[in-house]
């Protein structure tokens, strides 16, 4: 493959990865809102588009391995090493995709971390709920997490007379 082919399965990457900000984004939103109900879509929208970026990461690896002998190198390339060994203005090319993914993934892994936050907190608060109304017994916790939830099954309540 050619270093033109590689920079434009790059291109489609970065733009999967932009994807991906966007998706993690409108988690964040549903999860702010509290609108839990949205939570289910908000998650399989993530995970459809990570399924997208493994397929274009395999394909950038086989593309990447291909051009391994042009470039004079034997085995793996990493992406810095690809720039490395690049003839110009192709070193240049592979640079900047480079910075683009690392600030990419450094997004993401922000907002990864910001969800999973705000997720923790929502399914303690409910858990708190929950052993308010004497559903389940909050005792203490050790460094494996949370009690198993020892509550009964959940029932459907009829409260009218």
Known sequence: MSLSDISN???RERKLLDV????????????????????SHAGAEVESILEQIKRVELERAVAVAGSAGELGRTGTLL????????PPPWDSVFAE?????LLLVQ????MTK??????????????EALASLGEIDLGP????????D???ALRLVDKAP
């Open 141 to 148: 916790h050790d460094s494996s997490g949370p009690p198993p």
């Open 79 to 86: 992406l810095c090493e690809l720039g490395a060994n690049a």
């Open 9 to 11: 399965i790059l291109w």
């Open 107 to 110: 997004e993401i892994d922000a």
């Open 150 to 152: 020892r509550s009964p």
């Open 20 to 39: 991906l900000v966007f998706k993690l984004e409108e988690q964040h939103l549903v999860l702010a809102s509290g609108r839990t109900r949205w939570l």
């Open 97 to 101: 995709h480079r910075r683009a993914l």
């Open 114 to 127: 910001s969800n999973r936050d705000m997720l923790r907190r929502g399914q303690r608060a409910v858990r």
